[in-house]
């Protein structure tokens, strides 16, 4: 074998399959509603349809499209689909999906600032423009993770550093004087806190849930309450997490009167807006995210309100050196000159991960792609729609509102007249959930709030229009006509 078979594969192949690729992937999201939305492949089908081992000589990049076709996407849930409603939807952007190209054609690893220099200080600027955009002060720090529940374990991270007399990061969680740390939470909080406590050692025992008012925010007087009676039983409070945007219902935090409870009992405050927050870009909704300027901790995700492609999430801190203390870590192999100099940044002093991918070309991208008044109405435009769907709703004698619509999510039921008993409107709409879902058209989630069963409709791919949601909707009722007259 000689030296030139041993190298990589010929760049007029790759050229070849290049351009193909590219015009396949711009047919893709062209001609995307084709695609049933939910994959309809059973479990185990997409791997009995592979070999069980690699293969010993090389294959053809014609025959890995072939089987991509083939097998893979019959495989596929579609996220960049405009019917795709479940979770928090978000999309692969044009300039998103052409920057991830760059990314991976760089492979760069960005874990030291003379690792690439431009991934490191991109970031910083990309980071910048972002906080300006959400309003925060020059004071908060960003940095990127790849998803809010990394960014919120680096949150728990930092605030048990931050303890005094607590010297975790050397002596462990078991040493003599170690607290019993306490943590707060709703109990709408996304599930990724107490997984983040689970990992960090704080216990799930540790996780006080605390209940949520009606307008599914957390109450202030129990939170104050629960505080007071940690702290009496010689426990330590140290962490409490509000959120902009809660999971199941897209609540708000009242976030002034949960940091007075975190200034008057010096707990750190993290704020989860990985949905909601990149609303903060949209005036008219800024007023919601009053009192965060006094948290220590933030987190919004571009990639699920704002066009990047997955991963991309976006931590801030207003205590950056709190959160190199905890992390930060130097072995002589990563040593460099501008480390030692202290005239650079070094991102891996900043969380659990040395290697970081090249993620803020993406966000770079996007930002300049669409701009802030572009990015603004469009975010608007999912909340217009969002409202048209909820009059819709409201109009119905088989439907009603289960929560307040605060942002592009629409959290309803089917409840015809006449059916009283929660039973049933349970099995009706898990029935109709089912069915609309395996329909192809469209695909929702569902959650429960005060313990009745909810449908969810998340708007947030950059393709949805006012035509898909009255599709959907359209769906909706059809299907449960259906379901009535059989």
């Not at 509603?33 to 690699?54: D, F, N």
């Amino acid at each position: 074998m000689t030296d030139n078979e041993l190298g990589d594969l010929p760049l007029d192949d790759f050229r070849k399959a290049g351009h193909e690729l590219v015009d396949w992937i711009a047919d893709y999201l062209e001609n995307i509603e084709q695609y049933p939305v939910l994959s309809r492949s059973q479990p185990g089908e997409i791997r009995e349809q592979l070999p069980t081992s690699a293969p010993v000589q090389p294959e053809s990049l014609d025959s890995m499209m072939a089987d991509f076709q083939n097998i893979i996407m019959p495989g596929i849930t579609h996220w960049n689909h405009p019917h795709f409603y479940a979770y928090f939807s978000n999309t692969g952007s044009v300039p998103g999906i052409l920057a991830e190209m760059l990314i991976a054609a760089l492979n760069v690893n960005g874990m030291l600032w003379r690792t690439s220099p431009a991934a490191t200080e991109l970031e910083e600027v990309t980071m910048a423009w972002l906080r300006q955009l959400l309003g925060l002060a020059a004071d908060w720090d960003g940095i990127i993770m790849d998803g809010a529940s990394m960014s919120s374990m680096v949150a728990i991270a930092a605030a048990r550093e931050a303890v005094e007399g607590v010297d975790v990061r050397v002596k462990g969680m078991t040493h003599a004087a170690m607290p019993q740390l306490r943590l707060y939470v709703s109990e709408q909080t996304h599930s990724s806190l107490e997984k983040g406590a689970m990992v960090l050692g704080i216990g799930q025992e540790n996780v006080v849930t605390i209940p949520v008012d009606g307008e599914n925010g957390m109450d202030v007087g129990a939170l104050q309450t629960a505080v007071l009676q940690d702290i009496a039983a010689g426990k330590r409070p140290f962490f409490i997490c509000a959120t902009i945007g809660t999971t199941s219902a897209t609540g708000v935090d009242p976030v002034p009167a949960i940091a007075d409870i975190a200034q008057q009992h010096n707990l750190w405050l993290h704020v989860d807006g990985a949905y909601g927050g990149m609303a903060a870009i949209v005036p008219e909704k800024q007023h919601l995210f009053a009192g965060v300027d006094r948290a220590d901790s933030l987190v919004v995700n571009p990639h699920k309100w704002l066009f990047t492609p997955l991963d991309l999430s976006a931590f801030y801190t207003r205590h950056p050196a709190v959160v190199r203390r905890a992390f930060s870590l130097l072995p002589e192999y990563l040593r460099s000159a501008e480390t030692d100099a202290k005239a650079v940044r070094d991102y891996m002093d900043y969380g659990v991960q040395l290697g970081r991918r090249f993620r803020s070309l993406k966000l770079w991208f996007v930002l300049r792609a669409y701009g802030q008044e572009g990015l603004i109405a469009r975010l608007r435009d999912h909340m217009r729609l969002a409202q048209l769907f909820g009059e819709w709703v409201e109009e119905s004698s088989d439907f009603e509102q289960m929560a307040p619509i605060v942002f592009s999510t629409v959290c309803f039921r089917a409840h015809p007249q006449g059916i009283v008993d929660e039973t049933m409107l349970h099995k009706l709409n898990e029935d109709l959930l089912n069915a609309v879902n395996k329909s192809g058209q469209i695909f929702i989630s569902h959650t429960k709030l005060n313990g009745r069963y909810t449908l969810r409709l998340a708007i947030g791919n950059i393709r949805t229009t006012e035509r898909h949601i009255a599709q959907a909707w359209a769906l909706l009722q059809e299907t449960l006509r259906h379901r009535q007259t059989n």
